[in-house]
Structures are given as C-alpha cells and as structure tokens.
C-alpha cells in the first residue's frame, strides 16, 4: 500500500507525492485523489468487499463530523450509501441530494443522485420492501423537471405525468 493509505494515514506523503490534493475541498481536512486516474487504478485494486467496508467507514465518519448538518453532504451520503447497498437510504439521501442540486441548477449532480435514487426503489421494491409513494413522485417531479431544463420535453412530459398521476392516487 501506499505510504499515504496505511493503518496510519500519511497525508503529507500523499501530498508531496502528488496521489492526493487539498484543492477543491470542504473542509480544511479534507482530501481528494490529484487525478481520477489514480483514484480508479487505486479503487479497482480494491475486492468489492473491501470497497464496501471503505464506504461504511466513509458514511459513519462523514455522520460523525457532520452531525447535525447532514443535509449539507446529502449527495455525498446519497453516493456511499448506495456504494455499500443501503437501499433506504440511498432513497433518502439521494431524494435530497437532487432536489438540493435542482435549486443550484447543477444538473449533473441531480442526475446522479436521483438515478441513485431511482435505483434504491427498485432495489427495495426487490426485496419486497415497502416504498413510500410519495418518494417515486418526487422523483418522477425532479426528473421531469431536469429534463425540461436539459430541453428534452417528451420524456420530461411522461415523468411529470407520471408524477401529477401519483399525487391523484394519493
């Protein structure tokens, strides 16, 4: 392993080796790969075990520091949560995450955490769990929504039909 992944986090090797970077960060802490490259070869080497224990370590750490302010890392959530399978909350998050997006108008973030979304219901409703209705409506509206704004109006149509029919039945 690199100097910088060990039991005991080397940062400052990490740093000087260029393998990760504090630009473009949130908190003074915090860090990111220097590449996308390095952070695939590196997640790649990873079992799917191993990458499932890393995202669980990654959510209860994020739920430490952040506590109280979850909302605010609802798309960082939304992503980990749905790395280690946990469909209920990917749903939750990911719900947040895109709507939080659609008022910044940062389209590709929405995109993301709603098809996140999107996948956690059909997940549970495989497991045979129980789905609130109103949060496949809300996904339908969201998506409706980006995809209006993205200008492709057939299939903004049919999810916010879909979306107006939901909240009929309701």
Known sequence: ALPCFRRTPRPDIGLRQQVISE????????YRFFTKIIRRA??????ARQRRKLHERVVGALERVHAGHL???AGALC???HA????????RWG???????MLRSDIDAAEK??????????????DNASVDASAAMRIDLLRGTMLARLGRPEEAKA??????DAAARS
């Open 95 to 101: 719900l947040d995450a895109g709507e939080a997006a």
């Open 79 to 81: 992503y980990h949560y």
């Open 71 to 73: 909302d605010r890392i």
């Open 23 to 30: 630009d473009g960060v949130s908190r003074p802490d915090d």
């Open 113 to 126: 955490s709603l098809l996140h979304a999107k996948e956690a219901i059909e997940n549970l409703r495989s």
């Open 159 to 164: 999810l916010l039909h879909s979306a107006v």
């Open 42 to 47: 590196l997640y790649d080497d990873l079992t």
């Open 84 to 91: 280690v399978g946990r469909w209920a909350e990917t749903l």
